[in-house]
Structure formats: C-alpha cells, structure tokens
C-alpha cells in the first residue's frame, strides 16, 4: 500500500517528535559572562572529587580498586600489543633458526653414515618346490584304499572329498 504526501510528512513529523523525546533534556543557561560560570563549575567539581577521595563507602572503594586494576590490565595488555610487522619478523626468525637446525642435523647424520659401513643383503634364493605327481585319471575315479587313507590326515580326506564331490557335481550338470 502506498503513503501519500501528506501521511509520508506527518510520519516524518512523529518520527522526529518520538527522537526529540528520547533524549535527554539539555538546559542551557543564558548570561552575560559566560566565562565566570564555567570557572565556578570547575572550582565545585574540583571540590566534589576532593570530597569523594576523603568520604568513602566500602563499596565505592571495592568498585574504584575493581576499576584500577581493569585499567592496569588494559595498560598492559595494550602494551603487550605486537604489529604485525614484528609477528611476521618474529616468525620468519624462528623459520630460520629451524632451518639452520635442519642443516646441521643433516650433516651430522651425513657424516655419520659415512664412517658407518653398509651392510649389503644378497637376496635370498627361493626354495623350488618339488612337482605334485598326479594319479593317473582311472585311479582317482575309484574310491581311495584303507592304507591310502590311513597315511592322510583327516584335513586332507575332508579336502579331497569335497573336491571329489565337487567334480562329481560338475559332471553331472554338464553332461546331464
């Protein structure tokens, strides 16, 4: 929905009324010498101080301490404030020094594997192994004898029988 002119103005109008009520109220006083008024105020301020620093509640001197030790704190660590210049500075110092360490731990170890002898391996020879011989096909179809299957273990019985089954099974899908 669109203002018109004139609710825009009376809008613009409260908006400053409503501004005008949230501040505080300055007085101003007018006279003739204004620089005699203003000389009396800092001699009654003065005095006001002096009177605070004589008078003193227990809280207002726990408050002051609490606000002389913040200050104290922000001193310092205003002080403590590096540039970054120095930071970068700083660092790439460090850098150095590293890498000058690096450099010496490197020659040292150099000269260390110099007067240190290799040893060399010779590799070593893989053991060959023997052929399986295989039983002639007519032998493995017939089952196996008593003394044959004595010298087994039972490992190598159950392995032989499910490879034996295993053929078996395949025959008969392919040829049946």
């Known amino acids: 929905m669109a203002l018109t002119e004139e609710q825009r103005q009376r809008k613009n ?23 005699a008024i203003e000389d009396d105020v800092k001699d009654e301020v003065q005095e006001v101080e002096k009177v605070e620093v004589e008078i003193e509640d227990p809280e207002i001197a726990r408050k002051k301490a609490i606000a002389d030790k913040r200050r104290e704190s922000l001193t310092l660590a205003r002080s403590k404030i590096k540039p970054k210049s120095q930071i970068t500075k700083e660092k790439d110092n460090e850098i150095a020094i590293m890498k000058a360490e690096n450099e010496k731990l490197k020659a040292e170890n150099a000269k260390v594997l110099a007067v240190k002898p290799q040893v060399t391996r010779q590799p070593v020879q893989p053991v060959r192994q023997r052929p399986i011989r295989r039983e002639p096909r007519q032998e493995r179809e017939r089952e196996p004898s008593m003394d044959y299957l004595a010298d087994k273990n039972y490992g190598e019985q159950l392995r032989e029988r499910h490879k034996h089954n295993m053929y078996q099974r395949m025959m008969s899908d392919t040829f049946m």
């Open 13 to 35: 109008e409260m908006a400053k009324l409503n501004r005008a009520k949230k501040k505080a109220p300055v007085i101003e006083y007018e006279s003739e010498s204004d620089g």
